[in-house]
């Protein structure tokens, strides 16, 4: 059975940093891609950056220039680095992983990332 658990959220000013942390454990073929997703409460879910793993990312408008996403294979972990954090990036950050072959996509709990003004 495959885990996905996240870490790192909490409470940070308007302009400071947090890194999050996404670590994958059990038994699966491969790791195809991982990514960061967010919920702002009233909002749907938002795609905040991807990458894969052969270190092509992708990454949303709003945080480009501000957030950095990188991934460890031999970890099997992916962080998320993010700067000049600003009231909007306040949500619910979920992890995912997509496992090949098959592509099937596996989700974390979520943390919390508070960021006041």
């Known amino acids: 059975q495959v885990q996905v658990v996240e870490s790192g959220g909490g409470l940070v000013q308007a302009g400071g940093s947090l890194r999050l942390s996404c670590a994958v454990s059990?038994?699966?073929?491969?790791?195809?891609?991982m990514g960061w997703y967010r919920q702002a409460p009233g909002k749907q879910r938002e795609l905040v950056a991807t990458?894969?793993?052969?270190?092509?990312?992708n990454y949303a408008d709003s945080v480009k220039g501000r957030f950095t996403i990188s991934m460890v294979n031999a970890k099997k972990t992916v962080y998320l680095q993010m700067n000049s954090l600003k009231p909007e990036d306040t949500a619910v950050y979920s992890c995912?992983?997509?496992?090949?072959?098959?592509?099937?996509?596996?989700w974390g709990r979520g943390t919390q990332v508070t960021v006041s003004s």
């Open positions: 995912n992983s997509v496992m090949g072959p098959n592509r099937i996509v596996y």
């Open positions: 059990g038994s699966f073929f491969s790791i195809y891609s």
């Open positions: 990458i894969a793993s052969g270190g092509n990312s």
